[in-house]
């Protein structure tokens, strides 16, 4: 059963093809993985599955409704880490969640128990009642993920969730997104991460736009006739002729370079 | 995991509720978050204090020492409403433009994705704006003694409802503005390019139809006083009559923030420039089409096209 079909989907910016006719289809209870470098589309992909951005041609479903037609039974459907935490960092762990309890409309005599369960789920018990500002990158991660189990969805989104983590805390969040398996839980995550994609059950190699190849990576080696012991990174090569691509920073890059400096603090 | 089991067992919970566009749940979490989040950082419950000191402590009696009074008021008293202005521009429009932040790395986008109705996270973030402005519009109540105006209960009370309702304006077209902002490094650009040009646009710190300039050695007469108050200009000690220049009374009179202040100006000293019915009208009026217009464009945040 298919939980996610993708078909012909296009998405125009002004001049620019971010997505170029992409059709494609992911099982309940698969791990998939949408890689390519930066401005490959991957993140235009997952805005539309989650409603952000509506498509400008061709059709969506995710969990058997339309993205653009029905967006609130595929917004009650889904859980989403974003790329950057998309946490209050003035509130604590706890308060987080409970703000995430009311947005899903969790009855609230079940709220206290699903905070506690989430912030069990990512080793945070300890750390719940502190500000979220004072987090390392890869508790933030982690409160997110348990976050987005909260309301129990059917699909779970990632957009690069192990970005800007250092190796122990991508190791511990990576650890927490494999124990999902087996669980009926369907996930899909982008990443430009070799050794990411290569733990998952199938994956989708897209580069400017368009979906070059889709398979298991074993499937993948054998496409672009390479050995079975060669990396996702050759097989990447050998598909699009070219590594990764830098991106002008944008208003939002401005932005979080400012929030490194010192916070939102506006004063 | 108990969790997939806790799905079984009660599947309701999984199930997609009905919901409305109106939360009094959601509109009071998203209430309190806004509160919370100005609690803690308590720079700008310092500023408040700062700026309050600044204005009406300061300026009230520097100024006041050489101009004698406004209309039997001391310049302090005649500031009060104004400096409480101030408060309620900066604590309405800074908890607005935190939208800013909250959209590109903040809660915002948690809120896009998910399925709760988006009227009632503007209303429970236009409503907390409009607290946090009652909040801090009443530290200036505080130097109430100091200044020598009587706060009876039906004054402060009346006070009170006219920053909610400046708070409520000011909240929403702050979000308006927020949600056409791509980048935000900074409030500066607010607080000069909104803040400022609103304060000394509205009367606050000089009377809207005219100033008298106080430095003149005689007294006006009190007829002659009354004779220059039925003609719209007021008194202020002893000197020469000067008006505003045309260009500046049109713009006081365009601000919305003028007939809010002047109507807290009546609240708490009895002392009105503008007639009460356009006070009232805007007072009452234009905080609801605010809001309907700032609820709108957060809905719009959820782009359609």
Known sequence: ?267 | MTRARAAEEHPAAAASPRRGALEPRLIGVFWRRELTRWWRDRSQLFSGFARTVLWLVILGFGLGAALRDIEGYTYAQYILPGVITLNVLFASLQSAISLVWDREVGVMREVLVSPAPMTSVALGKVLGGATISVIVGSIPLLFTPLIQVQLTPLRLLSTWGVMFLMGMLLTSFGVMIATRMKTFEGFGAISNGVILPLYFLSGSIFPIRGIIGGVGFLDIPADLRDQLRDVGIYALGGGWVVQLPVWLQVLVYLNPVSYLLDLMRWALLGFRQLPAAADLSVAFVLPIIAIAIATRMMNGMRRTH
């Open chain 1, 1 to 267: 059963m298919n939980v996610i079909v993708c078909d012909g989907l296009v998405r125009h910016f002004g001049d620019v093809t971010a997505l170029n006719d992409l059709t494609l289809s992911v099982e309940k209870g698969e791990f998939f993985a949408l890689l390519g470098p930066n401005g490959a589309g991957k993140s235009t992909t997952l805005h539309i599955l989650t409603t952000m951005l509506p498509p400008s041609s061709g059709r969506a479903e995710v969990a058997g409704h339309d993205v653009v037609r029905e967006p609130r039974g595929v917004r009650n459907a889904i859980g989403m880490v974003f790329q950057e935490p998309a946490l209050d960092t003035r509130l604590t762990g706890r308060e987080n969640l409970r703000i995430h309890a009311a947005l899903y409309a969790i009855p609230r005599r079940r709220v206290d128990a699903v905070v506690d369960e989430a912030l069990q789920w990512a080793s945070l018990e300890e750390a719940g009642d502190r500000l979220v500002r004072t987090y390392s990158g890869g508790m933030k991660r982690r409160l997110e993920l348990g976050r987005a189990l909260m309301h129990e969805p059917k699909v779970l989104f990632l957009d690069e969730p192990t970005l800007g983590l250092d190796p122990q805390g991508r190791r511990h969040l990576w650890e927490s997104i494999a124990q999902l398996r087996g669980r009926g839980l369907t996930v899909v995550m982008t990443t430009h991460n070799l050794a990411e994609a290569e733990s998952c059950d199938r994956v989708g190699i897209i580069d400017q736009g368009r979906l070059q190849a889709l398979g298991t990576p074993q499937e993948l080696r054998h496409q672009v006739g390479l050995a079975g012991d060669a990396t996702l990174e050759e097989v990447f090569l050998a598909l699009t002729g070219r590594g990764l691509r830098d991106e002008d920073a944008g208003p939002r890059d401005r932005l979080l370079a400012f929030a490194k400096q010192g916070g939102e603090h506006t004063g």
